[in-house]
């Protein structure tokens, strides 16, 4: 190999370090970036919604109740099994304080059936919804957030009424965290609540 042969390689090689080190800072950033988003266990990031009358929400509004996030992908097929099951469950715990939201596509093209469909339910349908939280592609996604305002489960996927059981009553059964016993722990703050569920 001639010296200048072998200057152009490492030349070239340390191009190739410069491009990889680059790809490993933006992935590094990606990674930064995506474990700032709140995993369970932590407190659920804040979201803004509209509702189809236009009601706005926040997570502040829905402070000691068990809050569960249902998000549609577009043409989800699943979704329309899922709802009336999520509906009716709804309907049968909002007394020990289920919430749900529901939150369509953000493309969907057509509000008229949407809103007709959604005064089928009785679970709240936005129209508008800003957070960190998503639908995985093709899938329906269910976050569920807890008394104390503590994302406690996230995952793709149509719920079945065994998987609302599984994940809800415990958490339903579960008190209001007491605010000044809250600060980094809110497991242990928990208190048992008055209310029996059927």
Known sequence: MKVDELGVGIMRAEARAVVLSGILAALAAGRTALAEVPGVGEPAPDFRAITLVGTRLTLADFKGQVLVLN?????????????????????????????VI???PADTPRWRPLQHAAS?????????????????KGLPTN???????????????????????????????????????????PALAMRVAGQQLP
Do not use: H, M
Request: proline share 9%; aromatic share 10%.
């Open 102 to 104: 529901a939150v369509p």
């Open 71 to 99: 998000f549609w992908p577009a043409r989800c097929t699943s979704c329309k099994a899922e709802l009336p099951v999520l509906d009716s469950y709804y309907q049968l715990q909002k007394r020990v304080g289920l919430r």
């Open 143 to 185: 976050y569920v957030i807890d008394r104390g305002g503590v994302l406690r489960y996230a995952n793709p996927g149509p719920w079945t009424l065994e998987d609302l059981n599984r994940i809800l009553v415990p958490l339903l059964r579960e008190g209001v965290p007491a605010p000044e016993q809250t600060q980094g722990r």
């Open 120 to 136: 089928l339910l009785t679970i709240t349908v936005v129209r508008e919804f800003r957070g960190a939280y998503g639908a995985f």
